[in-house]
């Protein structure tokens, strides 16, 4: 990572317009703004992460559907390969809704992502399946998945910068846990439906048809979601960064803007490649294992990941309060080293044959990431200037995630069937430590104002 004192003028507040910027936070959104700014991102962000788990979740149902179904591996291998293109898409997301957001503004950004979102959920609840036209099947699932990865790729930078950037300095971390709070109730919502329609179906309704429902509820979720964020005010920070010289239409480019950023850009990949390959193996992968390749009651594991989840929101603000209080940093650090020492005994655990063992490794590995969780987007935020903030948080992110997160349930279950699951606990644990690294050689940035 190159150092940072050449580029520090780029990411941190510029000495030279100290004025501006205190006026800038004098000018606070109101009560109505803040309530209307919590509402908006958090059911739209909830969306998209419902979406993301709701596919992993209902993959072992509907797989057969759209793959040839007389293998049922490969149908399921298959199934999170598309699983792994849609995080593909989110760097493409990132750029053009970052792009849009650093140029007209968080808001409409934020508008047009939900409804691309939207449109991928009730593609997939409506589209036929392999029986019916073939590889045709394959196809609308994989164009559908596209479309959810490209406007994924965008919601969430646009949404925790819009977050970022209406919070009051001194609670930044505890408003901005509100992304993951929401992120994690959209996907227990999908766990809790998940768990609701197995124990009123069954194994075989759910392969048939059942599993159309949540996609087609997440969708018309979406929907509703659009017409909330379209009364939502732009932030106060952007609007005033908005003078003739920032509304130049020779302002950087996204290249450009992200290489004068590059030590933040290059903290952004650090911390997300631990933090997401550690979210989508416990989130993710580990339920779909248990499920798939260990044969373990749906409606049990299904409950154990709600539980998990429920535990998950309720320390997330906690956390966020805990940053704002005795700085980023120390919290990061409790997460990488934390998550990293009980990564093998967890996953130990995690296959010891029962339900509860399933939840109980789950919930533990959970606490920690939500040390990470609640901060990550304030450090984000903190990290970049507002002409390139969406774009500098949202590309790097995107990359990571796709590279590191996309591709976990995948390798963890190709690992585990060809009995090679240590490999991914070591692979795991490294880019742990590479975030502890990161964290180790990044400065504090709690309650700074953005500039």
């Not at 609840?125 to 392999?130: F, V």
């Not at 109730?185 to 329609?197: E, I, P, R």
């Not at 197995?198 to 979601?225: E, H, K, M, N, Q």
């Not at 499920?291 to 429920?310: D, P």
């Given at each position: 990572?190159?150092?940072?004192?050449?580029?520090?003028?780029?990411?941190?507040?510029?000495?030279?317009?100290?004025?501006?910027?205190?006026?800038?936070?004098?000018?606070?959104?109101?009560?109505?703004?803040?309530?209307?700014?919590?509402?908006?991102?958090?059911?739209?962000?909830?969306?998209?992460?419902?979406?993301?788990?709701?596919?992993?979740?209902?993959?072992?149902?509907?797989?057969?559907?759209?793959?040839?179904?007389?293998?049922?591996?490969?149908?399921?291998?298959?199934?999170?390969?598309?699983?792994?293109?849609?995080?593909?898409?989110?760097?493409?997301?990132?750029?053009?809704?970052?792009?849009?957001?650093?140029?007209?503004?968080?808001?409409?950004?934020?508008?047009?992502?939900?409804?691309?979102?939207?449109?991928?959920?009730?593609?997939?609840?409506?589209?036929?399946?392999?029986?019916?036209?073939?590889?045709?099947?394959?196809?609308?699932?994989?164009?559908?998945?596209?479309?959810?990865?490209?406007?994924?790729?965008?919601?969430?930078?646009?949404?925790?910068t819009y977050l970022a950037e209406t919070a009051p300095p001194e609670h930044r971390g505890?408003?901005?846990?509100?992304?993951?709070?929401?992120?994690?109730?959209?996907?227990?919502?999908?766990?809790?439906?998940?768990?609701?329609?197995?124990?009123?179906?069954?194994?075989?309704?759910?392969?048939?048809?059942?599993?159309?429902?949540?996609?087609?509820?997440?969708?018309?979720?979406?929907?509703?979601?659009?017409?909330?964020?379209?009364?939502?005010?732009?932030?106060?920070?952007?609007?005033?960064?908005?003078?003739?010289?920032?509304?130049?239409?020779?302002?950087?480019?996204?290249?450009?803007?992200?290489?004068?950023?590059?030590?933040?850009?290059?903290?952004?990949?650090?911390?997300?490649?631990?933090?997401?390959?550690?979210?989508?193996?416990?989130?993710?992968?580990?339920?779909?294992?248990?499920?798939?390749?260990?044969?373990?009651?749906?409606?049990?594991?299904?409950?154990?990941?709600?539980?998990?989840?429920?535990?998950?929101?309720?320390?997330?603000?906690?956390?966020?309060?805990?940053?704002?209080?005795?700085?980023?940093?120390?919290?990061?650090?409790?997460?990488?080293?934390?998550?990293?020492?009980?990564?093998?005994?967890?996953?130990?655990?995690?296959?010891?044959?029962?339900?509860?063992?399933?939840?109980?490794?789950?919930?533990?590995?959970?606490?920690?990431?939500?040390?990470?969780?609640?901060?990550?987007?304030?450090?984000?935020?903190?990290?970049?200037?507002?002409?390139?903030?969406?774009?500098?948080?949202?590309?790097?992110?995107?990359?990571?995630?796709?590279?590191?997160?996309?591709?976990?349930?995948?390798?963890?279950?190709?690992?585990?069937?060809?009995?090679?699951?240590?490999?991914?606990?070591?692979?795991?644990?490294?880019?742990?430590?590479?975030?502890?690294?990161?964290?180790?050689?990044?400065?504090?940035?709690?309650?700074?104002?953005?500039?």
């Amino acid at each position: 990572m190159p150092p940072t004192p050449a580029p520090r003028p780029a990411i941190g507040p510029s000495s030279d317009q100290p004025a501006q910027h205190d006026a800038t936070h004098d000018r606070r959104p109101s009560k109505n703004d803040r309530r209307r700014a919590l509402v908006g991102t958090g059911l739209g962000n909830a969306l998209e992460w419902y979406d993301w788990q709701a596919y992993g979740i209902f993959a072992p149902f509907f797989a057969q559907q759209f793959f040839n179904p007389h293998n049922e591996l490969s149908a399921l291998l298959s199934t999170l390969a598309i699983f792994a293109i849609g995080f593909l898409m989110r760097p493409v997301g990132a750029v053009v809704f970052g792009r849009l957001a650093d140029r007209r503004g968080r808001r409409l950004a934020m508008v047009t992502s939900i409804a691309l979102g939207a449109a991928g959920s009730l593609i997939i609840g409506l589209a036929p399946t392999y029986a019916d036209i073939g590889a045709g099947a394959s196809l609308i699932l994989l164009l559908a998945r596209l479309t959810q990865g490209l406007a994924h790729g965008g919601e969430l930078p646009s949404s925790q910068t819009y977050l970022a950037e209406t919070a009051p300095p001194e609670h930044r971390g505890r408003w901005t846990s509100v992304i993951y709070v929401s992120g994690a109730s959209g996907m227990l919502t999908a766990a809790v439906l998940g768990t609701g329609l197995s124990s009123l179906f069954g194994t075989d309704v759910l392969s048939a048809w059942g599993w159309r429902v949540p996609f087609i509820v997440g969708g018309l979720l979406g929907i509703y979601a659009l017409f909330l964020r379209r009364r939502l005010t732009e932030t106060h920070i952007f609007t005033k960064n908005q003078t003739p010289r920032n509304a130049d239409p020779q302002r950087p480019s996204v290249v450009r803007g992200i290489w004068h950023n590059r030590a933040a850009a290059g903290r952004v990949i650090g911390l997300t490649a631990g933090f997401t390959i550690a979210y989508q193996a416990w989130t993710t992968a580990a339920p779909a294992y248990a499920i798939s390749v260990m044969k373990l009651n749906s409606t049990a594991v299904l409950l154990a990941e709600a539980v998990a989840l429920g535990v998950f929101i309720a320390a997330l603000p906690l956390c966020g309060s805990l940053s704002d209080r005795i700085g980023r940093r120390p919290v990061l650090l409790t997460f990488a080293l934390g998550t990293a020492a009980l990564f093998y005994p967890l996953t130990r655990l995690s296959r010891a044959g029962a339900a509860w063992q399933l939840g109980l490794a789950m919930v533990i590995a959970l606490l920690f990431i939500a040390l990470i969780a609640s901060v990550a987007p304030a450090v984000f935020a903190e990290l970049f200037p507002t002409e390139v903030r969406t774009t500098g948080t949202g590309v790097p992110y995107a990359i990571a995630v796709a590279l590191f997160g996309g591709t976990t349930p995948y390798l963890q279950t190709w690992l585990a069937s060809i009995h090679a699951q240590s490999y991914f606990t070591g692979y795991a644990i490294a880019l742990l430590l590479l975030c502890a690294l990161v964290v180790l050689t990044s400065p504090e940035t709690r309650a700074k104002p953005l500039t």
